[in-house]
């Protein structure tokens, strides 16, 4: 990197804990340091939404995802509208109209104490390993590509948040995820031109979009009924709506923010307008991806994005000779590609689609040969930071990474907030001193935030095994979020429904996402379904096995 | 409820019945951006 991109990731890094510190001001007491007094306007809360969703892997591995497999991650995200619809409907007033400061502290007035203090140790547990990953994964990446030192990489990023998430409060929170979200649209709005405009002399978008169509890399609906199949429109319309609606509705990641509107319509108003940018923002995301796919039809890409990897076999006989295949099958592809990008024929994309299956058959061979050391290898994540750095003008590869610290930053910060809002809520001044004074209240809930930042960035530095490690806490939170879901729709709709039935049930539902997860072959997505459904038959059930004298505040909110 | 847990005063909130006519609105836009997106892949395909 040139000087010019250090200075802009660096002054990127600079402001945004300056921006942070400078909302001190507005942390008086527990409302102003937790919610923000409930004064923020719903533009600002929504950003604030999408921000902490998209986190630095989401936008990595998406664009790496668009290159490999195409738009079909993009019918992920079809049941969100749809998830916000609900939320919209249910949880924002509820919760909002109950004065609580988080989702698990609604349970207790619904419920009991052992609810909440339940499922916000669910939280808190799943979320401290989640936000070690979030760091862990795009610092592992940026290290590997621009050649920075991990460690180095995982605490500027981790403890420069934490800073000024600790200080700051919830303010700091939401402004810098407002500005951190202009960052990434700016970023990407670049990256996109910039991709486009490396075509060679007369292959212009259409002709791109045309070549990655031909090899079904724009595939957005795929109708298929197959359980086992992972992205279609169904486990995006109905399993990845369970998945949004405990996300968005349970996490109190995602609650704090829309508990920090004025008013219930602006905390609505801020989840509707997550559901109408998220889908145009994550295609957007993965046409980069597919538009790096076309770029590569004509300049060589790398056989393995990952450079350690490619360094370490870089003298082996077989590797070299491999190589040498990939090269051949990349040279013959590319013909094909420049003809059938200018004649258009047929018999031209009958050539160009037999190519790339040639050209696809000698990467995979490569890939084989790296998978015999390293099992669980897997270059996804490599793609976009590796092509912005071989292929970006000086100034736009510091923009983009900066993108990606904006990405990883927004996430980290509102995940440290709610993971500091539960710890002192819910735990100190629940069960430990219920009467300390705002100003005692607001020192540990920094103190807490502290500890999460550092709590965070040393399982980030444990993630030596980064695959595993995703899979464990993906594991662990899906275990989790259906059935906690599963817990809310009882506390919400379920009016025989009583702490003996939601404390039970939410166990049920754990142990039966553990039974689906060891004993079928769905795919992760359906384990929500499976999670939420059992939990409120189950809590149901023992509700009315086991009636105890529950206080039913649903209907007075 | 108690008195800690009292109803915030609904400032600034709009009737219901304006946010049911919003929500149907979300459904639509989204299933024509379903269809859009549909119409884009088969249009390069």
């Not at chain 1, 000087?3 to 008086?28: C, E, N, P, Q």
């Not at chain 1, 991709?195 to 007369?202: L, R």
């Not at chain 1, 307008?273 to 790398?302: C, E």
Request: with cysteine.
């Amino acid at each position: 990197m040139s000087w010019i991109d250090w200075a802009i990731v660096g002054g990127y890094l600079a402001f945004m804990i300056f921006d942070g510190i400078r909302m001190t001001k507005h942390t008086s007491g527990v409302d102003g340091y937790f919610l923000a007094n409930r004064s923020l306007p719903w533009w600002a809360v929504g950003l604030s939404v999408m921000a902490t969703q998209l986190s630095a892997i989401t936008l990595v591995g998406a664009t790496g995802q668009g290159y490999m497999d195409g738009m079909r991650f993009i019918q992920f995200y079809y049941g969100l509208p749809i998830a916000m619809v609900i939320l919209c409907v249910t949880a924002v007033p509820f919760f909002y109209r109950a004065n609580v400061f988080t989702a698990y502290e609604y349970l207790e007035k619904r419920f009991d104490v052992r609810v909440r203090t339940l499922t916000s140790f669910f939280f808190l547990i799943s979320r401290g390993l989640g936000v070690g990953v979030v760091i862990a994964a795009p610092s592992v990446i940026l290290s590997i590509v621009l050649g920075w030192n991990e460690l180095t990489t995982i605490f500027v990023m981790g403890l420069s948040t934490t800073l000024y998430t600790m200080i700051g409060g919830v303010q700091a929170v939401t402004w810098t995820d407002v500005k951190q979200m202009f960052v990434i649209f700016f970023g990407l709005f670049v990256c996109l031109f910039v991709i486009v405009g490396k075509f060679p002399e007369g292959v212009s978008m259409g002709d791109g979009l045309h070549l990655a169509g031909a090899v079904g890399k724009l595939e957005t609906v795929n109708w298929s009924f197959d359980l086992t199949e992972k992205y279609t429109i169904w486990s995006g319309v109905i399993a990845a709506l369970f998945l949004f609606l405990s996300y968005f509705g349970c996490d109190q990641s995602q609650v704090q923010r829309f508990l920090t509107a004025k008013s219930v319509s602006e905390g609505r108003t801020s989840l509707l307008m997550s559901a109408f940018f998220k889908i145009p923002m994550q295609f957007m995301i993965l046409l980069i991806g597919v538009l790096v796919f076309v770029f590569y039809q004509f300049q060589q890409p790398p056989m393995i994005f990952n450079a350690n990897e490619n360094a370490k076999y870089a003298n082996s006989a077989e590797y070299k000779s491999l190589q040498a295949d990939y090269e051949k099958a990349f040279e013959k592809r590319k013909l094909v590609a420049t003809e059938y990008s200018t004649t258009n024929s047929d018999s031209a994309k009958q050539s160009y689609i037999e190519a790339n299956q040639e050209f696809l058959a000698a990467r995979k061979k490569g890939v084989d040969f790296v998978k015999k050391d390293n099992a669980s290898f897997n270059d996804i994540n490599y793609v976009f930071p590796n092509f912005v750095v071989q292929n970006m003008p000086i100034g736009v590869i510091g923009l983009i990474i900066a993108a990606i610290f904006a990405a990883a930053m927004s996430s980290i910060s509102a995940e440290l907030n709610a993971l500091a809002t539960a710890t002192t809520l819910d735990f100190y001044r629940r069960l430990v001193n219920a009467d300390a004074t705002d100003k005692q209240y607001v020192f540990v809930g920094r103190i807490a935030t502290l500890i999460w930042g550092i709590f965070a960035c040393l399982v980030a530095t444990q993630a030596t095994n980064l695959g595993s490690l995703i899979e464990v806490v993906n594991k662990f939170g899906s275990f989790f979020y259906g059935s906690l879901l599963g817990v809310f729709v009882l506390a919400f709709a379920v009016k025989k429904a009583n702490s003996n039935g939601a404390f039970f049930g939410l166990l049920f539902g754990i142990a039966s996402v553990w039974v689906a997860s060891n004993y079928t072959k769905i795919e992760f997505l359906w384990f929500n379904v499976v999670g939420c459904l059992v939990t409120v038959l189950a809590g149901y059930l023992i509700s009315l096995i086991f009636p105890t004298k529950s206080i039913d505040i649903s209907n007075k909110i | 409820m108690d008195e800690n847990e009292q109803k915030l005063p609904k400032k600034n909130e709009v009737p219901d019945s304006w946010w049911y006519r919003v929500y149907f609105g979300v459904i639509v836009s989204t299933i024509l951006v379903i269809f859009a997106l549909w119409a884009f892949s088969q249009y390069f395909k």
